[in-house]
């Protein structure tokens, strides 16, 4: 999977000849992806066969409808990547329908408002600052402006989705329209309970699957297939594809999901994304994904025990999936202090804010730690200790403006993604 190691301009040589400015940017992006260690938990490395298919003439073509049902004329081969790729959705992810067209996650979500909503009605989601994301109804998003947005939380004493508060709400709101899932959830979603929720006061359940789509797919996260009447994610996380989203519903949903998307919220699909996200649901369907799914959790398992021994206040105490979420109060030191000291080191992060944060979001105590990216590098749980050791020592240097740590740290880190290469990267 790994890109043989030539210099850029053989890499790109149309685009090195054509724009010299740019090739150079993007040389410099592959070797910053290269020699860090990126733990956001949102980001990947794709393989090289998925950066292709994102790069493909497929870009050139307007493909307004769907296949059969085309705007455009010259649809033949196009109707036939959409539908190949729709099928594969379908199939690993256990769906009755797959549209495959959204252009990301946001706009995937407000497709669903679109299907199900007036504006005015009620949606209940998981609010911002306790792990939800923005299009769930919080208030400075469209959907939390053009819609009432009732927002679930976190309890306190255990960091964990309460499904009591989730009910009460629930009874006492009637949402049109129920979200499960989040942006920084370190536990387990419990599909089967939301349904039952959603069932007893007639909503329509959606489970935002962004973050943990690849977990599913590989079978380390139960599926929200036999609960959920609809199913969101953003296709570039842990699953591993290009940048892009699909919505996957059962099949009574099917008309209302494509009449959002298209002609509802968008345009023409991005074809050359539909290909690469096909390429995608391929690679996850094989054993070996199923292995990479397994390790992520694996590896976020034991960064989480080797943070938790070197007295970091995990919130909800680990994580069983591919995130870590880290309140840093305790270590006297705010999140986007550390977050940037632990770029300075060559380690990617970002600040966080943690349940029942006491700062403001722009400068909250905790940062949002996860394994997806170096997974798929190859680095294994031996090496969990060490970069729980390196996050120590940079939190703690960040806290004394100890700068010849962090510069001593980044060369560490450096040597260790040199053993390491990344799938589609150059590796010298
Ligand atoms: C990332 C994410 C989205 C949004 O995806 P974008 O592609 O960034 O618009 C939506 N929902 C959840 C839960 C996410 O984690």
Not at 7 to 23: I, N
Not at 253 to 278: E, S, W, Y
Not at 349 to 354: A, C
């Amino acid at each position: 999977m790994t890109a043989p190691s030539v210099p850029a301009d053989l890499r790109h040589p149309a685009l090195a000849a054509a724009d010299p400015e740019l090739a150079a940017l993007v040389a410099a992006e592959e070797r910053l992806q290269a020699d860090t260690l990126r733990l956001i938990p949102s980001e990947n490395y794709v393989s090289a066969a998925v950066l292709e298919a994102s790069g493909t003439v497929l870009q050139n073509k307007y493909s307004e409808g769907y296949p059969g049902k085309r705007y455009y004329e010259g649809q033949q081969i196009i109707d036939q990547v959409e539908t190949l790729t729709a099928e594969r959705a379908k199939g690993l992810f256990g769906m009755d329908h797959a549209n495959v067209q959204p252009y990301s996650g946001s706009p995937a979500n407000l497709a669903v408002y679109l299907a199900f909503l007036k504006p005015g009605d009620t949606v209940l989601g998981m609010s911002l600052p306790m792990g939800g994301h923005l299009t769930h109804g919080w208030g400075v998003s469209a959907t939390g402006t053009w819609f009432n947005g009732v927002q679930y939380g976190v309890r306190r004493d255990t960091g964990r989705v309460d499904l009591d508060e989730v009910r009460d709400l629930a009874l006492a709101e009637r949402p049109k329209l129920i979200f499960c899932g989040g942006t920084a959830v370190p536990r387990e979603i419990d599909f089967a309970g939301f349904a039952s929720i959603a069932r007893e006061v007639g909503a329509v359940l959606v489970a935002d699957i962004a973050h943990i789509a690849g977990l599913i797919a590989g079978g380390a996260h139960p599926s929200p297939a036999p609960h959920v009447d609809v199913v969101s994610t953003t296709t570039h996380k842990t699953l591993r594809g290009p940048r892009g989203a699909m919505l996957l519903s059962r099949a009574e949903h099917a008309r209302a999901i494509d009449r959002a998307v298209f002609p509802g919220l968008q345009g023409g699909p991005h074809n050359q994304t539909t290909a690469a996200i096909g390429v995608a649901l391929r690679e996850a369907a094989t054993p070996d994904f199923r292995s990479y799914a397994r390790d992520v959790v694996t590896n976020a398992r034991t960064l989480g025990e080797e943070l938790a021994a070197r007295g970091f206040d995990l919130v909800s105490g680990g994580t069983d999936n591919h995130l870590l979420l880290i309140d840093l109060t305790a270590k006297d030191v705010p999140g986007k202090v550390a977050a940037k000291a632990l770029d300075r080191a060559g380690i990617v992060v970002n600040h966080n804010s943690v349940p029942y944060d006491t700062r403001k979001p722009f400068d909250p105590s905790g940062i949002r730690i996860g394994t997806p990216a170096l997974t798929s590098r190859g680095i294994p749980a031996s090496e969990m200790g060490t970069v729980a050791e390196w996050i120590t020592r940079v939190v703690q240097a960040a806290r004394t403006g100890d700068e010849a740590t962090v510069s001593e740290v980044r060369s560490e880190v450096k040597a260790l993604m040199d053993g390491y290469p990344a799938p589609g990267l150059p590796v010298s």
